[in-house]
């Protein structure tokens, strides 16, 4: 299940999955002063296993807009300030594929918590592939695969729109049962954990 960061203790797991995981895949560490939420990703067990943060995007002076033309693509400039970005998409080596719909299940969340149309990021190619092909996520490449700070990316356009007012769509997607009751109100409506 995915759990908003809420205290101390969860950013210091939240910074130490993420941490973990760009050292073992060679990428450059860069901690984010501003979020607008940061996940955790925790299993029936207990245990922190994986992490998803969300960004503000600004056309003009957002750092990811230096590894991709995103600042330029008419979709991201005509949503204004409906597009954030999400970073640090992380999860721990033992525990990669099984809970990667708990990552994505967390984006779909707060983009549609917050009302927004997009979100743009730097995806290996492989993840890429995988989110495209096995979850069906709707993404667009913006750009060429390039190398930035530590790996070849390819600069991504996510639809979250389109996956959160079409949730019976994506069968992977699941909002904890609290998420359900605040954005549906009480009783709810659609899968729960």
Known sequence: MFKRVENELELAMFNGIWTTVWMEKGFELEFSEHALERFVIVTEE???????????????????????????????????????????????????????????????????????????????????RALRISYQVPLEKVGEKVFYKGDDVIPVLFDMEKMYRNKNSYEWLVYPQEAVLAANGAGGTGRTV
């Open 46 to 128: 207990g245990h922190y296993v994986g992490t998803s943060e969300i960004k503000p995007y600004c056309l003009t002076s957002s750092s990811i807009n230096d590894a991709g033309p995103f600042q330029t693509h008419p979709k991201i400039i005509e949503a204004g300030d409906a597009v954030a970005e999400i970073d640090k998409i992380a999860l721990l080596r033992s525990y990669r594929g099984r809970h990667i719909s708990d990552l994505l299940s967390s984006a779909v969340y707060i983009a549609e918590k917050l009302q927004l149309k997009y979100f743009v990021s730097l995806l290996e190619p492989k993840f890429m």
